[in-house]
């Protein structure tokens, strides 16, 4: 399996459910990305891991709780989420060695809170 | 402000016409990059070009070519020869800052719609 997969690809959940989406790079990148893009706003960057350390959360709330074992694996922890909540979530990786830094996208997991 | 500005929210074009997709963007670094994104209905996001600050060139790839215009910090995105299978969101993108400190910020998206 080549680039980046992300499971599940939908997901639906209740505000008191706990819940994790998975990501998986096979591209040999050593930083790794959760963005999260809801209608008709841009893609907002939620958090950063360069070589498995967290180098960037952008006030996200805590109710959203990343983990990255490894190079090539990304969490994002879910719990007591809200309906606003309810969005696309995706994944990126790129290799952090230089100042092109295009980022490679999974196909998303697309989440409805209820 | 915004920092990467696309004004047409939606476009409609006929096909094997060119497209332009705009985009402007605002930053006081002098080093920056530039990169245009596809999304499909599928939703998965695919790069498609790249241009960096310092290059003198504008970028191309295939039916991809980046209108690189420094002074006015436009980026605008020209597909030729347009095809169905280009129907899909647009996303500007910009990369700024260094090293670890970088951030990449998209803009709002342009919806382009190839009629047959």
């Known amino acids: 399996e080549t680039g980046v997969t992300q499971t599940p690809r939908h997901l639906v959940m209740g505000m008191t459910n706990k819940k994790s989406l998975k990501c998986e790079q096979h591209l040999g990148h050593n930083a790794m990305y959760w963005y999260k893009q809801s209608a008709k706003k841009p893609l907002e960057l939620m958090f950063v891991?360069?070589?498995?350390?967290?180098?960037e959360n952008n006030s996200v709330p805590s109710r959203f709780s990343p983990e990255c074992p490894n190079s090539s694996h990304l969490f994002l922890h879910l719990h007591t989420l809200q309906p606003e909540d309810s969005a696309l979530y995706l994944c990126?990786?790129?290799?952090?060695?230089?100042?092109?830094?295009?980022?490679?996208f999974g196909p998303g997991t697309r989440l409805t809170v209820l | 402000a915004q920092k990467i500005t696309q004004t047409q929210p939606g476009m409609f074009v006929q096909e094997k016409e060119a497209v332009t997709l705009d985009c402007t963007y605002d930053t006081s670094d002098q080093s920056y990059g530039l990169f245009w994104y596809k999304q499909p209905s599928s939703g998965e996001m695919i790069f498609l070009i790249y241009?960096?600050?310092?290059?003198?060139q504008n970028a191309t790839e295939g039916r991809y070519s980046l209108n690189f215009q420094k002074a006015r910090k436009s980026a605008n995105l020209v597909i030729s020869a347009s095809q169905l299978g280009d129907s899909a969101m647009y996303f500007c993108a910009m990369r700024e800052g260094l090293g670890r400190d970088d951030k990449i910020i998209f803009g709002k998206g342009t919806r382009l719609h190839i009629l047959p």
């Open positions: 891991y360069n070589f498995k350390e967290q180098t």
């Open positions: 241009q960096g600050s310092y290059d003198e």
């Open positions: 990126a990786s790129s290799q952090d060695n230089g100042l092109i830094r295009e980022q490679f």
